[in-house]
């Protein structure tokens, strides 16, 4: 059973910058999907990135230009590098991981199998 684990999360002033990073426990190809979704308390999960298929990258519009996905296969592991950080994007951001999806689907949280615990980003002065 795939297991997801995050970590790099915590408190940032606004501006700041964050790498957060998962680690995947079973190994990973060029054909498996991997991403971040972030949830605040009360409101739906939400699209952040995806790497599909280490073919392309997706991003939320929400934080092209600041947020920067990459992968490393030979790890097992993908990283989040979070740049000028405000505090509208404080939330628990999970690590997700798929493995036959469509190129069409990255966004939907529903595509994914495996998902992590979650690691807190709180951005606040």
């Known amino acids: 059973q795939e297991q997801l684990t995050e970590s790099g999360g915590g408190l940032v002033q606004p501006g700041g910058s964050l790498l957060l990073s998962c680690a995947a426990s079973e190994r990973t190809s060029r054909s498996t999907t991997m991403g971040w979704f972030r949830q605040i308390p009360g409101k739906e999960r939400e699209f952040v990135a995806a790497?599909?298929?280490?073919?392309?990258?997706y991003y939320a519009d929400s934080v092209k230009g600041r947020f920067t996905l990459s992968r490393d296969n030979a790890k097992k592991t993908m990283y989040l590098q979070m740049n000028n950080l405000k505090p509208k994007v404080t939330a628990v951001y999970y690590c997700v991981r798929g493995d036959t999806l469509i190129q069409n689907s990255v966004s939907r949280f529903d595509a994914y199998s495996y998902w992590g615990q979650g690691t807190q980003v709180t951005v606040s002065s």
């Open positions: 790497s599909f298929r280490s073919k392309s990258t």
